[in-house]
């Protein structure tokens, strides 16, 4: 019976127009936008359907999501639930309020060794708020077992998994013994969307609750401190290219790039 | 006491420095050095005088036939046993295939925190000052560490690499890595073919976006970078819809690219498309919505449908071509 563990989190829209995007400079954090709703982290439910389809080919799978973040973070849980997840587990604590990386992935191992038997672990490549891609490597090294990054394909069996990861050119073939971790990426396909019917199941689904006492475990240490965040000034001069035809826009257009020595 | 800079360059499969060996020795060189360069790889020897031609003092080369393909737990021994050896103030690695892989893991091995995708490096005191893009490129977050070696990855040519000058002591040591200590297996490979100009080196892009519709525009974009002597990029949603190769996906999880002129062509310019071209000065698009973002980062914005636009600008352009 393969346990598949899965690591989801919740961020800030990232489709949010780029005119809404505003930072909190002192606070050091980004303001939501108004009426954007917090979704669950993209490459995240990529991981879940990962999962998903391993239980697809293995129907006697157990898929556990694992959360750490505040109340909120309950309606991606839910969310992951919906898409076919059997149960979810929130840690929920103010001491990691402030969690950075390192402090996360040291609750997030926590857990999976409080959850015990498992199989795999699968991450998202990068959590698309902070772009920083090491929770899933981390895990992997406190744990001590196998990682594989950058998957767009995931079969398992059994005693081992082997994963099509995406290089930078052209892609590669890994195998791995279980258990491992292995961190996903947008090239494996789109999440399946949960269906009506799902999401009224899935109000029946079971969500830990768990605290940092629960897990045995004081707040870790941050590792890392944010001094500064601002939104830096991409926009340059632009000239738009006047015209009454399309005709008269593609010459301009070609002058200028040769007048400009690019062409 | 930590002291210096110690990076990680890198070489090519087949025996040539790459480009960001240069740029992390400009880089660590600027932060106060002393630089030392651990260079690992099979069949690398070659190029360890040429890694050692950029700033650094010394140069650390484990050549050794386990390091041939990279995989993470031949790697991670030999760069934790060196970053101990040499005790740096800040290690650096490139935000490449290898950097963003082994970096994370080096860390939590060393105990410490990286900051991954750095563009902008600097000292204050003994602190290492870690600017990186987040939020896909819509905000920059400046990063201090708690504790030593002070880790970052660097984006690929977001920093300038100083001119070859000066020479470095080569050092060769062990890999010591014995095969069972290696849990994964490499099985297969496939590599795109490789048709004309690599996007990374081309100075001419014609990148392609959602809004050309389908797969079939790709020809004439082909046709226009042909003309130019260029290559052609896409966005991701063109990628992840099967439109275009994944290899020519530009941004902040495909690639960077610093040609000298970015055609973008029904891209509409998400924070996280612009993150791959964010050096590049002179961007054109087209784009029938005059609110797309891509303009506002554009140097040439062309309002219209790119059906009509293209052919005729593909005709301009070969006019101009002749002379
Ligand atoms: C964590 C993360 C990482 C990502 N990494 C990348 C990345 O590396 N690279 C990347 O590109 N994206 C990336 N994305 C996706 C990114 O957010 C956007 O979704 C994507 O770039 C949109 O692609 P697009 O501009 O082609 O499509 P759209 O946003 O759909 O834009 C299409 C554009 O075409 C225009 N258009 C439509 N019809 C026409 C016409 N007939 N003529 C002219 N113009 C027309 C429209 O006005 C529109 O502006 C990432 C997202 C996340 C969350
Ligand atoms: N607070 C969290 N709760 C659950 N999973 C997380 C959390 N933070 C990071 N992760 C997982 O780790 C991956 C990489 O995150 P990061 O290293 O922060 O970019 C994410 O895609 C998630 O799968």
Same mark, same amino acid.
Request: charged share 25%; hydrophobic share 0%.
């Given at each position: 019976m393969p346990h598949i563990i899965c690591f989801v989190k919740q961020v800030p829209d @990232?489709?949010? @127009?780029a005119s809404q995007f505003k930072v909190d400079e002192d606070a050091k954090k980004v303001i939501p936008a108004p009426g954007v709703q917090p979704v669950p982290s993209q490459f995240d439910t990529i991981a879940v359907e990962a999962a998903l389809r391993i239980k697809d080919n293995h129907p006697d799978s157990t898929i556990t999501v694992v959360s750490l973040g505040p109340d909120q973070f309950r309606d991606t849980i839910k969310h992951c639930l919906a898409m076919g997840v059997d149960e979810g587990v929130h840690i929920n604590d103010p001491a990691v309020n402030d969690a950075d990386h390192w402090a996360t992935a040291e609750v997030l191992a926590a857990t999976v060794q409080k959850l015990g038997d498992y199989d795999l672990v699968l991450a998202g490549r990068q959590s698309v708020d902070w772009d920083m891609g090491v929770v899933g490597s981390t895990v992997a090294e406190i744990l001590g077992i196998p990682i594989v990054t950058i998957a767009k394909q995931i079969d398992y069996a059994g005693d081992k998994v082997t994963v099509e990861r995406v290089l930078l050119d052209g892609f590669e073939t890994v195998e791995a013994p279980t258990p491992c971790v292995v961190t996903v990426s947008n090239e494996l396909g789109e999440p399946r969307y949960p269906q009506l019917r799902q999401i009224m199941q899935a109000a029946k689904k079971e969500v830990k609750a768990w605290t940092l006492a629960d897990l045995g475990i004081s707040a870790p240490q941050n590792r890392v401190n944010i001094e500064a965040l601002y939104v830096p000034d991409t926009s340059v001069e632009t000239e738009v290219i006047e015209g009454e035809t399309a005709q008269e826009k593609a010459a301009t257009l070609a002058q200028r790039l040769s007048d400009a020595k690019l062409i | 006491m930590p002291n210096g800079v110690l990076i990680f360059g890198e070489a090519t499969e087949d025996g040539k420095l790459v480009a960001i060996t240069a740029e992390l020795s400009g880089a660590a060189a600027a932060l106060g050095g002393p630089v030392t360069c651990a260079l690992l790889g099979s069949g690398v020897e070659g190029v360890a005088e040429e890694a050692g031609q950029y700033g650094a003092e010394k140069v650390i080369l484990v050549d050794d036939p386990i390091l041939k393909d990279y995989q993470g737990d031949a790697y991670l021994p030999v760069a934790e046993r060196i970053a101990k050896e040499i005790d740096p103030a800040v290690i650096l690695f490139g935000q490449t295939m290898i950097g963003r892989d082994l970096a994370p893991r080096l860390a939590q091995r060393l105990g410490t925190a990286v900051a991954m995708d750095c563009v902008a490096l600097s000292m204050e005191g003994d602190k290492l000052l870690a600017e990186r893009p987040a939020y896909g490129g819509a905000a920059r977050a400046r990063y201090t560490f708690n504790g030593t070696p002070q880790i970052a990855t660097v984006r690929v040519k977001a920093l300038d690499a100083p001119a070859a000058s000066g020479s470095a002591e080569v050092v060769k040591q062990d890999a010591g890595v014995s095969a069972d200590q290696v849990r994964t297996t490499i099985t297969g490979r496939t590599k795109p073919e490789s048709t004309g100009i690599r996007l990374e080196d081309a100075t001419v892009v014609v990148s392609g976006g959602r809004g050309l519709g389908g797969p079939e525009a790709f020809q004439q974009l082909e046709e226009l970078a042909g003309v130019l002597g260029g290559a052609v990029g896409a966005s991701r949603a063109v990628c992840d819809l099967g439109w275009y190769p994944v290899a020519a996906q530009v941004g902040l999880t495909g690639k960077m690219v610093t040609p000298d002129l970015y055609i973008a062509i029904g891209i509409s310019g998400a924070s996280q498309h612009m993150a791959g071209i964010s050096s590049v000065k002179n961007i054109a698009s087209v784009n029938k919505d005059a609110d797309a973002s891509i303009f506002k980062a554009s140097r040439w914005a062309v309002v219209h449908d790119w059906k009509e636009f293209m052919p005729l600008f593909l005709e301009e352009v070969k006019k101009v071509k002749a002379g």
């Open positions: @990232p489709e949010t @127009p | -």
